[in-house]
């Protein structure tokens, strides 16, 4: 079982949905990393928490350390939100990576 | 306002070859990582390192090897490249003070490596 789970693995979107990609780890963490990869390879630190919510832009996650599970939630998503949203977990000083959730919104 | 810099985005090398895959970053982090990069896979750790000179096996070292002579370099290097090693490979770095990190994790943009 990986120490980081991410569901779903493929999302499909129509422009202005609401989304939500979840993230369940089974480890210990000091914090927990949402990262954003478009097409093509770059991959951008999104949020970094360990407690309760932050937003970024439109974007919000959340954090429940005693389940263990975090959210990203998209609201009135985008066609240019398209891309793999990737979970990881701090474990001093490595990151522990879900395998990503794909995106795809379309117009 | 490039942070991380990966000196190559694509790359073809035959097998048997001895490849160098170089990342630089210019925010005085003391932490280096090398990362590989499949489909269904997920980023896997291949080495990291924490220090100058200092390195560290991740969860796939074998067929790899790395060197941090300075501390805004750290390179990669495929000591005999096979098929297997066609990949992307993705470099960060991060810095801790006093036991937290701050300003997260910076990605390079990758390198797609085939190996023929």
């Known amino acids: 079982k990986n120490e980081v789970e991410q569901s779903p693995q493929n999302l499909t979107a129509q422009e202005g949905e609401f989304i939500t990609i979840n993230c369940s780890y089974s480890v210990g963490i000091s914090a927990l990393h949402w990262l954003q990869q478009h097409p093509g390879g770059g991959i951008v630190s999104l949020f970094m928490?360990?407690?309760g919510k932050k937003k970024h832009g439109r974007l919000i996650a959340t954090i429940n350390i005693q389940e263990k599970h975090s959210s990203l939630h998209i609201p009135a998503s985008h066609p240019r939100d398209s891309a793999v949203y990737i979970c990881a977990v701090e474990g001093v000083p490595k990151l522990i990576f879900g395998t990503g959730t794909r995106l795809q919104v379309f117009p | 306002d490039v942070k991380v810099t990966q000196s190559s985005r694509y790359l073809v090398k035959r097998t048997g070859e001895k490849v160098f895959l170089e990342c630089v970053q210019d925010m005085d982090h003391e932490n280096m990582f090398w990362y590989r990069q499949d489909p269904g896979l997920g980023l896997r750790l291949i080495y990291f390192s924490y220090d100058v000179k200092m390195k560290e096996k991740g969860d796939i070292p074998e067929g790899y090897s790395v060197s941090r002579e300075k501390k805004e370099r750290f390179s990669l290097i495929l000591e005999s490249a096979s098929t297997n090693q066609t990949s992307m490979y993705l470099c960060?770095?991060?810095?801790?003070?006093?036991?937290?990190?701050?300003?997260?994790?910076?990605f390079g943009s990758g390198t797609r490596l085939t190996v023929v």
């Open positions: 960060a770095s991060s810095s801790y003070r006093q036991g937290y990190l701050i300003d997260g994790y910076t």
């Open positions: 928490l360990s407690s």
